[in-house]
């Protein structure tokens, strides 16, 4: 049985997801949040496997919670799950440590088959196009460029930290100013996101 958390501020889409997670044989919906400090203590609580993660969240957007539940031990895989996914999300997807992107307009099956993916500890992200990687490479302070290769080609943390001489605390700081500055624009809108 694979457990999932729900986070999405929208009660509406929580209670879908919900019903849709509790149709499909192997799945199990543990709990939901509306926001990232809710989100924390049902990560706690609740220790899933996967966590169902919304882009556009109050207080704080999906990719920077998504970067704090991955610096979890144990952390769950994080499916970003967003009516705003698009390839634009990739990099700074990747940078946060999510394991898929999944759009909330696409066919429930991408959904269940990104969740069992990422719980087995598989990767569900657009492959990083030269372009992507260009935009997000002019973003960034030129000093963060060997960063970015090394998160792009999923190098462990701890890896990272020893190849450019760094304790972690400085690492996971640079890599909050990367998302910053990668930070994906969304319209605002009332409706879920």
């Known amino acids: 049985m694979i457990t999932v958390a729900i986070v999405d501020d929208h009660h509406a ?39 169902l993660l919304d882009y556009h969240l109050p207080g704080m957007d999906g990719l920077t919670l998504c970067r704090r539940i991955k610096s979890d031990v144990p952390a769950p895989a994080v499916v970003l799950y967003s009516a705003f ?29 990104a969740i069992r993916e990422t719980a087995r500890g598989d990767k ?28 792009v080609n999923r190098t462990p943390p701890v890896e990272i930290a020893a ?9 996971d700081r640079r890599i909050a100013g990367m998302l910053s500055r990668l930070k994906v624009r969304v319209p605002a809108s009332s409706g879920p996101g």
């Open 85 to 113: 996914a698009d390839p634009s999300m990739t990099v700074p997807a990747i940078v946060a440590g999510a394991d898929a992107i999944v759009h909330k307009g696409g066919q429930t099956r991408e959904l269940f088959d």
């Open 13 to 51: 889409i929580r209670l879908g997801l919900r019903a849709a997670l509790l149709s499909e044989p192997g799945l199990e919906p543990v709990g939901s949040a509306a926001s990232a400090a809710e989100t924390e203590v049902l990560l706690y609580r609740t220790r899933p496997d996967v966590a």
């Open 163 to 171: 190849t450019m001489r760094i304790e972690r605390a400085e690492l």
């Open 124 to 151: 569900v992200l657009p492959p990083v196009s030269e372009p992507l990687l260009e935009a997000a490479g002019q973003a960034l302070d030129p000093e963060d460029l060997p960063l970015l290769g090394m998160l």
